[in-house]
């Protein structure tokens, strides 16, 4: 049987949110992020992030940079224990201007599911066992459209983009406090999936 996926957002939902990220020293981890990746780790699941990264098409950072702030993250991350199988960018925006090579209509920017299928052909998981977690209205029609359970985070503009999921009609799953309380949540649903009798 393969694992399921944790198909996380990353600024807001790991790291703090301070408006385009775009360099290592502007890194910083939500409180309990880390422990909830280490939890995930722990579940068996692979863990991917899954980010839009506009920035790049905005020409506020280069893919070479945005590389180094994703591998002070996974630093960062083994630090507490945790790790990462997985991460994934868009650098696209359409309406990018100063004619930018990004500025292209992708298949990755969230709400579309190019970068959790890249993450399927590179990792054996389980779409059905798996869960998108973020905290805008993207990560939640991520999941919509994979057909895989959204947790809405609190943290970050969680707590502005709950109102405006309801207003689009996105099905949440859950909403969370933080990562740590979406990944105790899902605990719960794995221990009670799995002392449920086979039918």
Do not use: W
């Not at 098409?57 to 940079?65: F, I, N």
């Not at 890249?118 to 991520?142: C, H, M, N, T, W």
């Amino acid at each position: 049987m393969n694992p399921g996926g944790i198909f996380l957002d990353r600024d807001g939902t790991v790291n703090q949110e301070v408006n385009f990220l775009t360099s290592p020293e502007q890194l910083e981890l939500i409180p309990r992020s880390a422990e909830a990746i280490r939890e995930a780790n722990h579940l068996g699941f692979k863990v991917f992030i899954v980010t839009n990264q506009s920035g790049i098409a905005r020409g506020l950072l280069t893919e070479p940079r945005l590389l180094e702030i994703h591998d002070a993250l996974l630093q960062s991350l083994r630090e507490h224990g945790a790790s990462v199988d997985g991460i994934y960018y868009c650098p696209h925006l359409q309406s990018a201007g100063g004619g930018s090579p990004y500025a292209v209509d992708c298949s990755c920017r969230k709400p579309k599911t190019g970068m959790i299928e890249q993450a399927q052909r590179e990792f054996p998981v389980d779409l059905k066992r798996s869960f998108v977690i973020g905290d805008r209205l993207a990560d939640i029609q991520l999941g919509n459209n994979a057909g895989i359970p959204s947790i809405l985070v609190l943290t970050g503009y969680g707590k502005t983009e709950l109102e405006i999921c309801r207003n689009k009609h996105a099905t949440i799953e859950h909403v969370a406090n933080d990562l740590y309380d979406a990944m105790l949540y899902i605990k719960k649903r794995v221990s009670t999936a799995e002392k449920l009798p086979a039918s």
